[in-house]
């Protein structure tokens, strides 16, 4: 049964959030903002603290509406642990494997993380009574487009490519289940390609950042003419909070940046921003399977009233400064 002292110290608040991965790049940036943003609300920071998660990159850790909370969403006894504990009303489930690389290596792990674990939080939100389940996902899940296919809507068919996207289009699939089958209040947001300051260094674009400052080579997969339609990341945590305060239940929403890029170009970009000539870009052999464009529709989003308001340039002016800070 929930303590006294919890129950009470829950009354305060008109909503109590597990969010998962916070300590991540999106899952952190969602916290620093929306903490602050809704001080009635109550967030539960639920992180393993993986190698790509830095506890650094929270602004608020002292706030009197934020707890910290170690564990891993495999462990599913400890995961009931924490529902125990805290007895959240809503989740917001950020946390996932990501790297395509790591994933094409280590298949396993992203299956046991991104669908097994997300399963585990499934059953809990259904035995807790959770009012919203949110779960992040990706535009990869719906594959390669051609170069000149229109960006994608939400009813386009899952044509995963590589071990991350068929992950995530996996726990996509038991998240929706999950709405037909037992009535679970669901919602499913889909980004492109995020970028902002706090990354890991795995992701391309700081990547690029922490080579062309040190003057190194940054290599780039194959001739560098995959597209990927960018979005600051402060964009994506404003279109995640409007889905899951205004989005239908039982939906899908595409969140793009409407910034296509070729890698090529971006890192031409950031090596004209960055200004070091010595520089370069080193092309190495490509990726298996690397999905030539991902190019999302994100009217139905707007519908609620949401759009991204950074353009490209002005957000990696922000990232750059902010790198070169630390």
């Not at 998660?53 to 170690?70: M, P, Q, S, T």
């Not at 046991?112 to 990706?138: C, M, P, Q, W």
């Not at 194959?222 to 964009?235: A, E, K, P």
Request: proline share 3%; glycine share 8%.
């Amino acid at each position: 049964m929930q303590s006294r002292s919890a129950a009470g110290n829950n009354m305060r608040y008109k909503k109590i959030i597990l969010v998962t991965g916070g300590a991540g790049f999106i899952g952190g940036a969602y916290l620093n903002t929306m903490v602050l943003l809704y001080p009635r609300y109550r967030f539960i920071n639920l992180d393993a603290l993986t190698y790509a998660a830095d506890r650094k990159n929270l602004k608020i850790e002292g706030e009197k509406n934020y707890v910290f909370v170690k564990a891993d969403i495999r462990d599913q006894k400890r995961l009931r642990g924490v529902f125990e504990k805290y007895r959240p009303t809503h989740v917001i489930h950020f946390a996932a494997e990501s790297h395509v690389d790591n994933a094409i290596a280590s298949p396993h792990v992203f299956v046991e993380t991104n669908v097994l674990g997300t399963l585990n939080l499934l059953d809990l939100a259904r035995t807790y009574r959770i009012k919203r389940f949110h779960h992040i996902s990706t535009d990869e899940v719906y594959g390669s487009l051609s170069l000149k296919a229109k960006p994608v809507s939400e009813d386009a068919p899952l044509r995963p490519s590589n071990p991350y996207s068929a992950s995530k289009a996996a726990a996509d699939c038991f998240v929706l289940s999950y709405h037909n089958t037992h009535g679970l209040n669901t919602v499913i947001t889909r980004s492109s390609n995020n970028y902002g300051s706090g990354q890991h260094k795995e992701k391309l674009i700081p990547l690029f950042i922490h080579a062309f400052k040190g003057g190194r080579r940054a290599p780039l997969y194959g001739s560098g003419i995959h597209v990927r339609d960018w979005i600051y990341v402060g964009d994506n945590v404003e279109g995640i909070d409007r889905v899951f305060h205004k989005g239908k239940s039982g939906e899908v929403y595409n969140l793009g940046g409407g910034n296509e890029m070729r890698n090529i170009d971006v890192a031409k970009k950031l090596l004209a921003l960055i200004g070091n000539r010595q520089a370069r870009v080193a092309r190495v052999k490509d990726r298996p399977g690397h999905d030539l464009r991902y190019a999302l529709n994100s009217a139905k989003a707007r519908k609620l009233g949401w759009h991204p308001k950074v353009t490209f340039d002005k957000g990696l002016l922000k990232t750059i400064a902010q790198y070169l800070k630390r």
